[in-house]
């Protein structure tokens, strides 16, 4: 059983950045953060490799959005620039055994979530 925590979420004008932050109670291989918005499907944002090697990026997220881990620590970082509007959504971290596992959307462990929320 792999425990994940989030945090640094919150609320931040249209623009604006946030970085979330997430910790692993142990050593995890693919990482990634999804997000779920009301009434709207969950949606794989960014994920990453063990050796940081492979990193995912939704379109929607491209140019904006960047994801780091530190494995010393078995955590792993989302930093969100010019955050828009339809970014507001709960965001979770999330770990799957395979990069391809967590790409088909099938996580092996997630957090609780963390709201982001970004105003017009």
């Known amino acids: 059983q792999v425990h994940l925590v989030e945090s640094g979420g919150g609320l931040v004008q249209a623009g604006g950045s946030l970085r979330l932050s997430c910790a692993a109670s142990?050593?995890?291989?693919?990482m990634g953060w999804f997000r779920q918005a009301p009434g709207k499907e969950r949606e794989l944002v960014v994920a990453?490799?063990?050796?940081?090697?492979?990193?995912y990026y939704a379109d929607s997220v491209k140019g904006r959005f960047t994801i780091s881990r530190n494995n010393i620590n078995n955590a792993v970082y989302l930093q969100m620039n010019t955050l828009k509007p339809e970014d507001t959504a709960v965001y979770y971290c999330?770990?799957?055994?395979?990069?391809?596992?967590?790409?088909?959307?099938?996580?092996?462990?997630w957090g609780r979530g963390t709201q982001v929320t970004v105003s017009s």
């Open positions: 990453i490799s063990y050796e940081g090697d492979y990193t």
């Open positions: 999330a770990t799957s055994n395979q990069m391809a596992s967590m790409l088909n959307g099938e996580y092996t462990y």
């Open positions: 142990s050593a995890v291989y693919a």
